[in-house]
Nanobody
Framework: QVQLVESGGGLVQPGGSLRLSCAASGFTFSRYAMRWYRQAPGKERELVATVTSAGGSTTYADSVKGRFTISRDNAKNTVYLRMNSLSPEDTAVYYC???????????WGQGTQVTVSS
């Protein structure tokens, strides 16, 4: 059974930091690119960051470049999103996504809420 379980969300003050984790099981994690998306109320889901299957390459949305860092540990089947210098505009539900590029098969986590507020 495929599972992606996000954790690490919560309430943080502007300028603060959080680290999200996504633990994967039920598929060959090292063969999947991993992505973090977010969706704010009333807005479309936005791709935030991507890391390739081996972890050698990362890409970021312009809105988070220089503040967020995606990484993965294939030995632990886990992907992370380190978020620094958070602002209220980063408030959203953050979702973990696994993508098998050769087949376009993908899986989603249930999401974790991040709220940036004073």
């Amino acid at each position: 059974q495929v599972q992606l379980v996000e954790s690490g969300g919560g309430l943080v003050q502007p300028g603060g930091s959080l680290r999200l984790s996504c633990a994967a099981s039920g598929f060959t994690f090292s063969r999947y690119a991993m992505r973090w998306y977010r969706q704010a109320p009333g807005k479309e889901r936005e791709l935030v960051a991507t890391v390739t299957s081996a972890g050698g390459s990362t890409t970021y949305a312009d809105s988070v470049k220089g503040r967020f860092t995606i990484s993965r540990d294939n030995a632990k089947n886990t992907v992370y999103l380190r978020m620094n210098s958070l602002s209220p505009e980063d408030t959203a539900v953050y979702y973990c996504n696994a993508l098998h590029r050769p087949t376009n098969r993908d899986y989603w986590g249930q999401g974790t809420q991040v709220t940036v507020s004073s």
